[in-house]
C-alpha cells in the first residue's frame, strides 16, 4: 500500500512540472503582472517564466503598454517579453543551440573581441548626451540638460573628450581630456575599448552561460550570461563625484550582465551590465549599463563600434535615505577619420527619443 501511495506522489509531482513548462496564457502573465505591485521582487521570477516557458498568445500593443505600466518600464522586462513573442512566431530559428553547435563559440568571441580592439581606428565621433535624473523605481525620467561632446580615439592617446555645447549654447573652451567628468552631473565612460575588453581578457576569469536567443538589427544572436567577481574586476568599480564634478570617491565591485553574440561572426552586437558587491556603506547604490555596437564605416572601411550606450546610476541623497536615479543616454554620432573637426549644430541638442516596441 504504501509503495502505491508513493507511485501517486512521484506521479502527481512529475505532472506538477510538466504543466509548469507549458507556455504562459496571456492571463496567466496578465496576473503575474499585477502581482509586480504588490511583490516588486517577482519581477525576477516572470523574466524567468518567459525565458523558460516562452508565451501562447499574439503579443499586442496592449499587452505591451500593460508590461510597461505594471512593470515600471523595465527595460529587461520589455527585452524578455520580445524575447518570447520572438519565439512563439518562429520556434525552430529560436532553439538553442545544441552543446556540439557551441562548442568553442565563446574562445571564438574572445578572438573576435581581441580583433576588434587590435584593429580599432584612430577617428573622431560627435556623442549626443541626454541626462534625466528620477525618484528610484518610478521610470518617471526628467531630463535636466544636453550635451554635444567630440570624441577622438588615437591608439597612442586613447579617448579625449571636448564639450561642445550645453542645452543647445555653444561652448568655447577647447580644453581637452581623457573624459568628461569635470561636468556637474552623472558621466560615464569606456565605450569604445575598455568595456568590451574587460569582459574577454583573461584576468577577468569571466563565466559565460548560454541563456536564449534573440535578433538585433536583423542578426541572429545568442545570448550568454557573464559574470566578473569582485577580485577579477581589476578595471572595474564605482565612483562618487563631486558637487562641481570630479570624483571623490570610489569602491570596488563585481560584475554581472548578458553579452549578445552574432551567431555567425561571433562580434558582439550589444552588451548589458549591472555592478555587484558594492558596498553596502557607500552612496552609490547601483549602476546598470547597456551598449549596443554595429558596423561603422570609417574611410570606406567597417569597423564595430558603440552606436548607442545608456547609463544608470542610483545614489542615496546625503543625509537623507531617499534614492535617486541619474540616466545617460548616449547616441554617436558622424565617426569619420582622426583629425577631421567635429561641430555641433542645432538638431544635436535635441533629447533622445524613447525606442518603443
Known sequence: MKRLVLILILLGTSLAVFSQDKPLTQAEYVKMLYGLQT??????????????????????????????????????????????????????????????????FIDKARDRARETIDEMPDFVVKQLITRA?????????????????????????????????????????????????????????????????????????????LLTTDTLRGRRALVYEYTINIENNKDGGVGLKGQKGGVVDSAPAGEKGRVWLDRENQRVLRIEYQLTDIPPSFAVKAVTKSIDYDMVEIAGEKYLLPIVSDFRGKVQAINSNRLFENRNVIRFRNYQKYGTDVIAVDEDSEPAVETKP
Do not use: H, M
Request: no cysteine.
Open 133 to 209: 535624473e528620477a525618484y528610484a523605481g518610478t521610470g518617471n525620467w526628467k531630463p535636466y540638460d544636453t550635451l554635444v561632446i567630440a570624441v577622438s580615439y588615437s591608439t597612442e592617446k586613447g579617448e579625449q573628450y571636448r564639450l561642445l555645447a550645453q542645452n543647445g549654447a555653444p561652448v568655447q573652451d577647447s580644453t581637452t581630456a581623457n573624459s568628461y567628468s569635470g561636468l556637474d552631473g552623472a558621466t560615464s565612460g569606456g565605450e569604445f575599448v575598455e568595456d568590451l575588453a574587460k569582459i574577454f581578457k583573461p584576468e577577468s576569469k569571466t563565466r559565460f552561460d
Open 39 to 104: 511583490k516588486p521582487s517577482s519581477k525576477s521570477d516572470i523574466i524567468d517564466a518567459l525565458r523558460r516557458r516562452g508565451i501562447a498568445f499574439v503579443l499586442t500593443d496592449g499587452v505591451r503598454g500593460l508590461t510597461r505600466s505594471k512593470g515600471a518600464n523595465d527595460e529587461e522586462l520589455k527585452r524578455a517579453l520580445e524575447e518570447a513573442e520572438r519565439r512563439r512566431v518562429d520556434p525552430e530559428g529560436s532553439k538553442l543551440p545544441t552543446v556540439v553547435e557551441t562548442a568553442g
